[in-house]
């Protein structure tokens, strides 16, 4: 890699920290909840999932080719733009678009999709430490899915003239009310198609992107157009609603493809504890 490439990268990785480190524990950690009958054992590893949900934005520090994993330009994609589809095969990707204009623009999808087909290997055979990890990993970049920032070049309000609110939204605001943010459980279902399925969930959080960028704008202009303390109350009564769909769902999500695994996997017997 070039070293003006490595540097772009790592610039990107510093700003992409997803949800924050309260919001990864709070989505990882509530995610055991859904689960019911022989995966009941599983809710015993809801503290590991939630201690190791940040463990991916750790490895950005030392791997520049982490950062591209936690996110995908979607509208970056003329495609996405008329059709709100893109082609979501890799290697089919790769041949219609070019590998260096979607690496350049994020591999989140297909890294989501690759990780929870290791998922699957490592219950096959039974590597228990390995699992509960791959499973907060999973978590981690289905959060990420769940984030509109993370779907959008507009990543950092940059192209709105409202830079920073990446960190404003999802660190500063999530946790300043982060005590108020409940999972309700609810019936979970086998993913028949976990590509289709991970597409599917950020085709839709997607549409949240404008709904948090003029949120952005009010605050700000009730704050006396300052990012005081003030400026806080007013963008979480703004986002509040979708903001808790978003991480319900990501909790829900998360639970849904490690069941799924699991069943792929041929429903290995789970330990109650993993000594890490």
Not at 58 to 66: H, K
Not at 208 to 236: C, G, I, Q, R
Not at 256 to 271: F, H, N, Y
Request: charged share 25%; aromatic share 14%.
């Amino acid at each position: 890699m070039k070293f003006k490439q490595y540097v772009t990268w790592f610039a990107l990785v510093i700003l992409l920290c997803s949800w924050g480190e309260k919001g990864h524990q709070k989505i990882n950690g509530s995610a055991p909840e859904f689960f019911h009958g022989r995966l009941n054992r599983y809710k015993g590893w809801s503290a590991v999932l939630s201690e190791h949900g940040s463990d991916p934005d750790n490895r950005r520090r030392t791997d520049p080719m982490e950062g591209i994993r936690h996110y995908i330009d979607i509208d970056a994609y003329q495609d996405f733009v008329e059709t709100h589809l893109i082609v979501e095969g890799k290697e089919e990707a790769f041949k219609k678009y070019g590998k260096e204009f979607v690496r350049k623009n994020g591999t989140l999808p297909w890294v989501t999709d690759s990780t929870y087909h290791a998922l699957v290997k490592q219950f096959k055979a039974k590597e228990w430490k390995k699992v509960v990890l791959t499973a907060a990993d999973l978590g981690h970049y289905v959060g990420d899915g769940h984030m509109p920032l993370h779907l959008t070049t507009n990543y950092d309000g940059e192209l709105t003239g409202q830079k920073g609110i990446h960190s404003r939204y999802e660190s500063k605001m999530i946790n300043q009310y982060i005590d108020s943010i409940t999972v309700k459980r609810s019936h979970l279902h086998k993913v028949k198609n976990v590509s289709r399925y991970v597409f599917d969930y950020m085709y839709f959080n997607y549409q949240f992107k404008d709904s948090l960028l003029n949120a952005d704008k009010l605050a700000f202009e009730k704050a006396k157009k300052s990012y005081s303390f003030n400026y806080y109350p007013t963008l979480w009564a703004q986002t509040k609603g979708f903001t808790l769909l978003m991480i319900e769902n990501s909790s829900k999500s998360l639970a849904e493809l490690i069941r799924t695994a699991w069943i792929e996997a041929g429903r290995p017997r789970i330990p109650r504890e993993i000594s890490l």
